[in-house]
């Protein structure tokens, strides 16, 4: 098959049926762009379309109501592979002792499991799973795996492959009735989610070919977006809540601290200090819950009212720390509205139909399209008129497993991930989605436009300031061109909070903090990244593994994590040292790795933490060394006519409070804030010290 500029083949085609038999088809017909592949019982059409391929199946079998389809393709891809997986293991091996540990050391209480350890295995090797243990297994986050063809981990989204001298890029999606996954070998496995004799036409894979792999990457996300419904990042609207700085309340006081009377403490404390909050999320723990089990997670929302810790209800919340100077306040809850549902009394109070749960026998938002947007209509409603601005939305994967049995995968992330998006924006809210890394999920984001890219943050854990650094920015390279990546939120006297600021300035997404103790807030660390009116620094557009790392592993391999974006035609570079052994990293570093063309032969680069800086050519290195867990931020300005602007050097991103004009002869730069001003011009480096407002003349 032709496919993008190159060939690929489907070296083979099995139907699953529900008696548990199986069926090799073998290919019958050749239309154009689609492959008819026939056996005994059915037969299963591929469709080739740009860079798109589709399934649809007839059968006079009952199809599995999991796997219905394997496909195993043959692509031109050796060496190393990128692959993002769902597979839970990691989140189950590494991350839930941590999280028992760690969590409660956060809240001021005794941890309740023993200490992890701060430089754990990773990657896990990864179990054999069934459908069912996997589902068990919350698989709501993509970890960044390097693999061999034959060893990407099963229920991997995305790869990306060198071919020759070329780059693959392949993404699953969810569509029409089907869900793909990617599995070693370039195995694609179709899941369906309800037992049925068709399925119609689902376009489930994104491929693309490009000589660079950036472009291969937007590529394979474009191709998606043109038949799946989900729109690219620049094409939707930017969230209220990207460009100033905020705060949550999961860390600082989980779920049994959350009250009134915490919040407008830590609220007002952060602002006594001077820390310009712009906007807060109310998270988990603010519901009037019932437990129906003794799983942590199977609570079920009693009525629509919050807990008896907010005795002024949520608006008497909202109105107080607006009137401390919140602008914007957002709510937490699950797709599903909580872990565990809700009971009969909300639907009723909002006037709309659930669907009954069978394994809970509680309620969920019914799958049907029409009942789906009244219910979160209604939904919303309530939340508006609490006063809020924007919802979290939590556990959104598990439209995954509500529906086996009454929908089809397909269909029900469909009509779910729509009606959640109209009824918010009906009702004038945005969403931060979280645990969201899914098929079913992001194929359908038309609206939403910033999403958690990494399991939670865990507090003052070696290990997390390592991997979810890692996590983060390689889960990146996929989800930054379907939303702005948000890198969760961290304490600021955190041990290792400077590497968890570094990496979120240059995430190009949310940025917040969940400081329990507004005494112990690192005010000069957040001044650093944050303007007096609470506006962040941030980069241009979100931040990319530079090139020499896209099949390398800085936790495992001595080489230095990093991460480059730009400010208007300025880069910049952040470099971590996330190494598993502890050990010094020394590297010469090429521009040639950034992720971008270079347009100039010269440029004047300045180190933000240790203030070394010089003049390299396009084709020189620089030379740097870092410790472990220690960061640099590189600012790389283009020299022209002699001359170059660095920017202010009491931040991390030193050209973002900036306006800079130039003419032919002169560049003028108006100071957004007070500080220093770094500028190269006659050879030298030269600094100038000035106000807000200041116009200065290079």
């Known amino acids: 098959m032709r496919f993008d500029g190159f060939d690929f083949r489907v070296e083979s085609v099995d ?21 008819v592949f026939k056996c005994v019982s059915g037969s299963l059409t591929i469709y080739v379309d740009g860079g798109l391929v589709g399934v649809e199946v007839s059968s006079v079998k009952l199809l599995n109501s999991q796997f219905f389809a394997e496909v195993m393709l043959g692509l031109p891809v050796g060496g190393r592979v990128l692959a993002l997986t769902l597979h839970p293991d990691p989140g189950r091996s590494i991350y839930s002792p941590a999280f028992r540990y760690y969590n409660p050391l956060a809240v001021d209480r005794e941890p309740a499991s023993p200490k992890p350890e701060d430089n754990p295995v990773y990657p896990p090797k990864f179990d054999v799973l069934t459908h069912e243990a996997f589902a068990k297994g919350f698989p709501c986050w993509t970890y960044p795996v390097i693999a061999s063809p034959e060893t990407i981990p099963s229920y991997t989204i995305f790869i ?23 599995e070693p070998g370039f195995k694609i496995k179709l899941f369906l989610g309800r037992e049925r004799y068709s399925v119609r036409k689902s376009w489930v894979l994104s491929i693309s070919m490009s000589s660079d792999p950036y472009e291969a990457i937007k590529k394979c996300v474009e191709y998606a977006s043109k038949r799946s419904i989900f729109k690219m ?24 601290d959350l009250s009134h009377e915490n919040v407008v403490r830590i609220v007002k404390g952060l602002k006594d200090r001077g820390v310009p909050i712009n906007w807060i999320i109310i998270d988990d723990g603010w519901q009037n819950e019932a437990r129906k089990g003794e799983e942590w997670f199977i609570r079920v929302l009693k009525d629509l009212s919050a807990s008896n810790r907010f005795p002024k209800g949520l608006k008497g919340l909202v109105d107080e720390v607006k009137e401390i100077g919140v602008k914007h306040v957002g709510l937490w809850h699950t797709i599903n509205i909580h872990w565990g549902g809700f009971e009969e009394d909300v639907s009723r109070k909002l006037g709309v139909e659930g669907y009954r749960y069978p394994l809970t026998k509680t309620y969920v938002p019914p ?21 809020f601005s924007f919802i979290k ?27 959640l998006q109209v009824g918010a924006a009906v009702n004038g809210l945005e969403i931060l989605n979280c645990m969201s890394m899914a098929p079913e999920d992001y194929s359908n984001y038309f609206l939403s436009n ?20 890692i996590f983060s920015i390689y889960n990146s390279i996929l989800f930054s061109y379907i939303a702005y990546p948000d890198y969760d939120m961290w304490i600021s006297y955190d041990p290792y909070a400077k590497i968890h600021a570094v990496s979120r300035v240059f995430s190009g997404g949310p940025i917040y903090i969940t400081d329990r103790h507004p005494e112990k807030t690192d005010v000069e660390l957040i001044k650093r990244f944050v303007l007096e009116d609470g506006e962040i620094i941030r980069v241009d557009e979100p931040g990319l593994p530079t090139r020499d790392i896209l099949f390398r592993d800085p936790y495992n391999e001595k080489t230095l994590l990093k991460i ?38 010269r440029y004047a680069y300045y180190m933000v933490f240790s203030g070394r800086r010089g003049v390299i050519n396009r084709d020189e290195k620089i030379k740097i060394t870092l410790k472990e ?39 003028y730069v108006e100071l957004r804030a007070p500080g220093t001003l770094i500028y190269y011009i006659d050879g030298e480096f030269r600094e100038i010290a000035s106000e807000k407002d200041h116009v200065i003349e290079i």
């Not at 910033?450 to 650094?469: C, E």
Request: hydrophobic share 40%; with cysteine.
């Open 15 to 35: 139907l699953l049926f529900a008696d548990g038999s199986r069926e090799s088809c073998v290919l019958s017909e050749v239309v154009g762009g689609r492959y």
């Open 160 to 182: 990306l492959a060198k071919a020759n001298s070329s780059y693959i890029a392949m993404m699953a999606l969810s569509n029409g009735d089907a869900t793909a996954y990617i």
């Open 233 to 256: 990042r620049i094409d939707k609207k930017t969230p209220i809540f990207i460009d100033r700085f905020g705060w949550c309340s999961w860390n600082a006081l989980l779920t049994e």
């Open 367 to 387: 799958p049907q399209i029409e009942k789906a947007i009244e219910f979160y209509k209604e939904f919303y409603r309530w939340v508006k008129e609490n006063g």
């Open 393 to 419: 939305v939590d556990n959104q994967w598990v439209i995954h497993a509500l529906y086996w049995g009454e929908s089809t995968v397909g269909e029900a992330a469909r009509n779910i991930q729509i009606a």
């Open 450 to 469: 910033a999403m958690r890219v990494s399991i939670d943050y865990i507090p003052f854990w070696k290990g997390d300031a390592k991997l979810h650094t």
């Open 564 to 601: 480059a974006s730009r400010i208007r035609d300025i880069y910049l570079l952040a470099l971590f040292n996330v190494n598993k052994e502890e050990t010094e990293i020394s590297e010469d570093i090429s521009l040639n790795i950034l992720p971008y063309e270079l347009k100039h032969n």
């Open 629 to 667: 867990l220690e960061t640099e931020v590189i600012v790389i300005a283009p020299i022209e006519s002699g001359k170059a602007v660095i920017g202010l050097k009491e931040y991390i991103l030193p050209p973002y409070p900036l306006k800079v004009t130039k003419t032919k002869n002169r560049i």
